[in-house]
């Protein structure tokens, strides 16, 4: 399995900017497509946004488009999420996560990532 560890979390007044990394170790990242999750408090976990295998497509929920940023760097085995202009509605816990199999490219839901990291909280004031 792939170890996924997320940071770069934390508080930042709305309209700012952080930037959350995951760094992977234990399997080739190159060959896995990746994502990235939130879950605010009492609410189901959603997805945010992914980036394939091959890094040549992302995709990015609705209320994300032109503010946040996914890429990946596999010489460093680290994927990034950088997110602009944040809102309040933004809070939550940020996962990264790994697909089941590598180099597939269907599906970026919940049930098609195996491996997650721990979390990193990003709290958004208004």
């Known amino acids: 399995q792939i170890q996924l560890v997320e940071s770069g979390g934390g508080l930042v007044q709305a309209g700012g900017s952080l930037r959350l990394s995951c760094a992977a170790s234990g399997r080739t990242f190159s060959n896995y497509g990746m994502g990235w999750f939130r879950q605010a408090p009492g609410k189901e976990r959603e997805f945010v946004t992914a980036i394939t295998w091959s890094g040549d497509t992302t995709y990015y929920r609705d209320s994300v488009k032109g503010r946040f940023t996914i890429s990946r760097d596999n010489a460093k085995n680290t994927v990034y999420l950088q997110m602009n202009s944040l809102k309040p509605e933004d809070t939550a816990v940020y996962y990264c996560?790994?697909?089941?199999?590598?180099?597939?490219?269907?599906?970026?839901?919940?049930?098609?990532?195996?491996?997650w990291g721990q979390g990193t909280q990003v709290t958004v004031s208004s």
């Open positions: 996560a790994a697909k089941r199999f590598p180099y597939y490219s269907d599906g970026f839901d919940l049930p098609d990532f195996g491996s």
